[in-house]
């Protein structure tokens, strides 16, 4: 019972790099997306996928890539990290297309940038 | 406004209890309601959805009420278990959450 994989679990990094976090279901969900969620700001949408080869942006899409060349994984690039990016990142998929319908999520990716 | 606004608590309940949280939203339009739980550390699960008619899982019930916009939780006879941080989804949109712990 895998449903929403996500690595790394923790990571730190210093501004400027780079990184890809990692996103996997096995539930042949079509609609996927990733979250960042800060202290009393609630889970804001970084960027969603409503099928492979399918991304638009969400909420707050600055400084985050996404790809979606399979319907399973869902990857999210910091392209040069900055400390306003520390963060818990969660992804998420449904499996209807639309985040109104209900997600099921991954454990999260605690990200610190120094 | 926010677009879906939750008091952030936190609720300090004994065991119990009933407790009650609700959700405004400002999208008259939207049509879609649920109620997630996240426990310290946690991903988000979802407790239970919130239809127009008012919905009961156990201890648990939800309600809608469209003209005033807002959704409810209520939890009846509270539990050590509960303590939680209860998040409102409306079309999608995240509210940041209301806090509850549930003292013995």
């Known amino acids: 019972n895998a449903g929403v994989t996500q690595t790394p679990k923790f990571q730190v990094l210093k501004t400027g790099q780079s990184m890809t976090l990692q996103c996997a279901q096995d539930?042949?969900?079509?609609?996927m997306s990733w979250y960042r969620q800060d202290p009393g700001m609630g889970l804001r949408l970084i960027h969603y996928?409503?099928?492979?080869?399918?991304?638009d942006q969400g909420e707050v899409p600055n400084g985050y890539n996404v790809s979606r060349s399979t319907t399973e994984d869902f990857p999210l690039r910091l392209l040069s990290a900055a400390p306003s990016q520390t963060s818990v990142y969660f992804c998420?998929?449904?499996?209807?297309?639309?985040?109104?319908?209900?997600?099921?999520f991954g454990a999260g990716t605690r990200l610190s940038v120094l | 406004r926010k677009e879906v606004e939750q008091d952030p608590g936190p609720f300090n309940v004994p065991e119990g209890a009933t407790v009650a949280f609700n959700c405004t939203y400002s999208?008259?339009?939207?049509?879609?309601f649920f109620w997630y739980r996240q426990d310290c550390r946690k991903e988000p699960k979802l407790l239970m959805s919130?239809?127009?008619s008012g919905n009961e899982d156990g201890r648990f019930t939800a309600q809608l009420n469209r003209a005033s916009q807002y959704i409810s939780l209520l939890i009846r006879d509270s539990k050590l278990s509960d303590s939680a941080t209860y998040l409102c989804?409306?079309?999608?949109?995240f509210g940041a959450g209301t806090r509850l712990f549930v003292k013995a």
């Open positions: 998420a998929s449904s499996a209807v297309s639309g985040a109104k319908n209900i997600q099921y």
């Open positions: 539930m042949n969900h079509e609609y």
């Open positions: 996928s409503v099928g492979a080869g399918i991304t």
């Open positions: 999208n008259s339009a939207s049509q879609s």
């Open positions: 919130v239809y127009s």
């Open positions: 989804v409306v079309s999608g949109i």
